[in-house]
């Protein structure tokens, strides 16, 4: 019989826990934290003591849902960083004491590499597409925005990375300068479907090679949003609609140009997308275009495995495990990504 994985999940504002046998999903549970929406952004304080109140009835209805009792549990996968610290280090804390009283191997994974990795989660009614290695997944996210070459679950090379914000961040404080709800990409997005994505026209950045730049983006954006105010009050009421149709073709622009160029200079024509933005209609729909035109395989994610989520710390934590790779108890969560390397 395949083996069974706990996931969990706590390095931002969601609490999930998620059950796999092999690479099947059997249940997956998030509690989102309502708590921070009033501040209009993430306060890790209050994450993590969220976090805490959640992670045991999150794990309890994700194994009662799944019909797994605590001793049928193989391992223990947890993500160990990027991410705010002390919610970071609930879900690691949580992990290492499940891991003592069951006797249970844990099994420690990259959050980036479970996004990209999401894209090999099964449903149990049916097996989603899987992209062959070597691929491309444009990673997009609150807090980052990388194309990823991926040769093995194991092997993965940063091609091109923001020098500044993530589209994700820059989609959120645009919306929060327009006085929008956080987060603000979900927003942004259900806006633009009623504005006109050519009514404005906002700065793109010249960022050599296949890195990122959204700093200037936003600096253009309230710019023009400052300048139109001071003609007329109501401005951006407005043209709230088209204001955010055209950030947000301007972002996928921008996205998409470099990943085109990446697919061309290595030849890789299976192109994945996830992390948070890639639940983004506008994005999803360009990627399906270029793809069809492009001669691509493209993968995009189901939507409850776009934005954080348990299930697909689990499945990095299968092939881990499979691999051999297995933490000590005297692991260390890490908040910067760049201390994984
Ligand atoms: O992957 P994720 O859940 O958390 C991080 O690892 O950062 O991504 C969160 C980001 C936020 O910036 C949020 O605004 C954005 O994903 N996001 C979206 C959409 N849904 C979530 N951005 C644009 N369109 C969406 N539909
Ligand atoms: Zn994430």
């Given at each position: 019989m395949e083996i069974t994985i706990l996931g969990i999940e706590s390095s931002c504002d969601d609490t999930s826990a998620a059950v796999l046998r092999g690479t099947t999903l059997l249940s997956s549970v998030i509690a989102s934290q309502e708590v921070h929406r009033k501040y209009g952004g993430v306060i890790p304080e209050l994450a993590s003591r969220a976090h805490q109140q959640n992670?045991?009835?999150?794990?309890?209805?994700?194994?009662?849902?799944?019909?797994?009792?605590?001793?049928?549990?193989?391992?223990?996968?947890?993500?160990?960083?990027?991410?705010?610290?002390?919610?970071?280090?609930?879900?690691?804390?949580?992990?290492?004491?499940?891991?003592?009283?069951?006797?249970?191997?844990?099994?420690?994974?990259?959050?980036?590499?479970?996004?990209?990795?999401?894209?090999?989660?099964?449903?149990?009614?049916?097996?989603?597409?899987?992209?062959?290695?070597?691929?491309?997944?444009?990673?997009?996210?609150?807090?980052?925005?990388?194309?990823?070459?991926?040769?093995?679950?194991?092997?993965?090379?940063?091609?091109?990375?923001?020098?500044?914000?993530?589209?994700?961040?820059?989609?959120?404080?645009?919306?929060?300068?327009?006085?929008?709800?956080y987060p603000g990409g979900p927003v942004i997005d259900r806006l633009a479907k009623e504005g006109d994505p050519d009514a404005f026209h906002f700065a793109k950045p010249h960022v050599s090679g296949f890195d990122y730049s959204f700093s200037g983006l936003k600096t253009s954006f309230l710019y023009t949003l400052r300048d139109m105010m001071a003609e007329n009050p109501d401005f951006i009421e407005l043209n709230k609609c088209s204001l955010c149709a055209s950030l947000l073709h301007t972002v996928v622009d921008i996205l998409v140009d470099k990943l085109i160029r990446a697919s061309k200079e290595s030849g890789i024509t299976d192109i994945a997308i996830g992390g948070g933005v890639s639940a983004?209609?506008?994005?999803?729909?360009?990627?399906?275009?270029?793809?069809?035109?492009?001669?691509?395989?493209?993968?995009?994610?189901?939507?409850?495995?776009?934005?954080?989520?348990?299930?697909?710390?689990?499945?990095?934590?299968?092939?881990?495990?499979?691999?051999?790779?297995?933490?000590?108890?005297?692991?260390?969560?890490?908040?910067?990504?760049?201390?994984?390397?």
């Open positions: 992670i045991v009835p999150v794990v309890d209805t994700a194994l009662k849902e799944a019909g797994v009792t605590v001793d049928k549990i193989d391992a223990i996968a947890f993500t160990r960083g990027p991410g705010l610290l002390g919610s970071l280090l609930v879900g690691t804390s949580f992990a290492k004491g499940l891991s003592i009283a069951g006797n249970i191997p844990m099994v420690e994974v990259n959050h980036l590499h479970g996004h990209i990795l999401s894209h090999f989660v099964d449903l149990p009614d049916r097996q989603l597409p899987h992209p062959d290695y070597p691929f491309l997944c444009l990673l997009v996210s609150g807090g980052h925005t990388q194309i990823v070459r991926v040769d093995s679950p194991f092997e993965m090379k940063i091609v091109g990375t923001t020098i500044d914000d993530a589209a994700g961040e820059a989609l959120d404080k645009c919306a929060k300068v327009m006085g929008l709800p983004n209609s506008v994005l999803r729909n360009r990627i399906a275009d270029e793809g069809r035109r492009r001669g691509w395989r493209t993968f995009i994610p189901e939507l409850k495995f776009t934005t954080d989520n348990a299930a697909m710390i689990a499945v990095a934590g299968y092939y881990k495990y499979k691999h051999g790779e297995l933490s000590s108890l005297d692991v260390a969560p890490v908040a910067r990504y760049e201390e994984m390397l």
